[in-house]
Structure formats: structure tokens, C-alpha cells
T-cell receptor
Framework: AQRVTQPEKLLSVFKGAPVELKCNYS??????LFWYVQYSRQRLQLLLR??SRESIKGFTADLNKGETSFHLKKPFAQEEDSAMYYC?????????????FGTGTLLAVQP | ETGVTQSPTHLIKTRGQQVTLRCSSQ?????VSWYQQALGQGPQFIFQ???????GRGNFPPRFSGLQFPNYSSELNVNALELDDSALYLC?????????????FGPGTRLTVL
């Protein structure tokens, strides 16, 4: 079954500390992975996608097909990074843009 | 360019009733997807409409149905409401060409079934 697992419901770090939000997926084909973010009182929005291989707001994520992971990393957390983060998987090559989401990780950056 | 809007913001219904939720896609987008987000869970794909035709469906029963109109608006209809249908319903629009593209989400409609 196609699935996305985010093992941590809550990750609390201090400002300036490194952050790693974990995401593992289950899919035997060629996946497309995304990170979506939801800031307080805002709508869900795309943070980054693995095919772009870019850094957004200091965040990066590398697709590791061997470990079926797509962890989100940032070397120095900022208070404004506090938000709900969802990892999402697309498996149909863009035919429908159907996304399979994980349960999300709430990142809390303490001052 | 305006964003994705949804109405109503909140809705309370009783078991067995029917409900219609509305979404206005971003101008120029030819695809709208609907997701159900239960409390503490990630969004779950219900179905997608592309150029007014259903183009993919998740694991939801037929009492969940939809419509997409030429004016970038769309509807999600749920018949015979059950208590478990209580959730946040999100619509997301995108321009489907080839390859996965960014989906733009609306703020959601919070449905409570009593």
C-alpha cells in the first residue's frame, strides 16, 4: 500500500538549533515527494518538492530511494518556522496530481 | 490573481442529511481536487476533476460526489451524512499539464455532523 509516515507528532527545538523532520514513504515505483507547510491561521501551501532540488526558507530535503525517506532539514531554526509540516507523495506521474499525505509534524521553535 | 476560496467556512448538519460544499479555483486552473482532513490526520484524497470530468478517486463511497463548472467553481456533495464525515474539507486547484505541479489549497470548510 502507498503510505507516508511521519513518526513525530511534535518536534520542539530552540532557536538556532538544527531541525530534521522525518518522512518515510512506501511505494515501489518512481515517487514524487513534497513538503507542505501550514502556518498558524493560514492555508496549506507548498514548501518544496524533490524534483526542484532547491532550498526554500533555508529548508532542504533529499530523496533517498534506498531508505525510502524524504527528511526535511534546516541547519538553524527560526521562530517563524513554527508550523505544521506535512510530507506528501505523488505516485501517478502527474496524471491526477493525487497526493498522499502523512499525519503531519508540528514544529515548535522556542526562543 | 485571486486565491482559492471555499464556502461556507463552517457547517453543522445532522446524520442522514445531505450537504454541498463550494470551491472557487484560482483563475486559469483546469483541475480541482478535494481532500478530507479528520482531526489529527493529514488530508486524504477524495477525488479530482479535470475539465469538468472526474479524473481519479480515492477510497471514498459513491455518496461523495462532485461537479466542476466552466467558471472555475466546483462542488463537493455528500449524501446520507454519517458522524465520521465530520472533518475539514479542503479543495485545491492546479493547472494540470504534464508532471506533478503545485496545488493551491483553499482555507477549508469545517463540517460537523451531529
Amino acid at each position: 500500500a502507498q503510505r507516508v509516515t511521519q513518526p513525530e507528532k511534535l518536534l520542539s527545538v530552540f532557536k538556532g538549533a538544527p531541525v530534521e523532520l522525518k518522512c518515510n514513504y512506501s511505494y515501489s515505483g518512481s515517487p514524487e515527494l513534497f513538503w507542505y507547510v501550514q502556518y498558524s491561521r493560514q492555508r496549506l501551501q507548498l514548501l518544496l518538492r524533490h524534483i526542484s532540488r532547491e532550498s526554500i526558507k533555508g529548508f532542504t530535503a533529499d530523496l533517498n530511494k534506498g531508505e525510502t525517506s524524504f527528511h526535511l532539514k534546516k541547519p538553524f531554526a527560526q521562530e517563524e518556522d513554527s508550523a505544521m509540516y506535512y510530507c506528501a507523495l505523488s505516485t501517478d506521474g502527474g496524471a491526477t496530481n493525487k497526493l498522499i499525505f502523512g499525519t503531519g509534524t508540528l514544529l515548535a521553535v522556542q526562543p | 490573481e485571486t486565491g482559492v476560496t471555499q464556502s461556507p467556512t463552517h457547517l453543522i448538519k445532522t446524520r442522514g442529511q445531505q450537504v454541498t460544499l463550494r470551491c472557487s479555483s484560482q483563475s486559469g486552473h483546469n483541475t480541482v481536487s478535494w481532500y478530507q482532513q479528520a482531526l489529527g490526520q493529514g488530508p486524504q484524497f477524495i477525488f479530482q476533476y479535470y475539465r469538468e470530468e472526474e479524473n481519479g478517486r480515492g477510497n471514498f463511497p459513491p455518496r461523495f460526489s462532485g461537479l466542476q463548472f466552466p467558471n472555475y467553481s466546483s462542488e463537493l456533495n455528500v449524501n446520507a451524512l454519517e458522524l465520521d464525515d465530520s472533518a475539514l474539507y479542503l479543495c485545491a486547484s492546479s493547472l494540470l499539464l504534464s508532471g506533478s505541479v503545485e496545488q493551491f489549497f483553499g482555507p477549508g470548510t469545517r463540517l460537523t455532523v451531529l
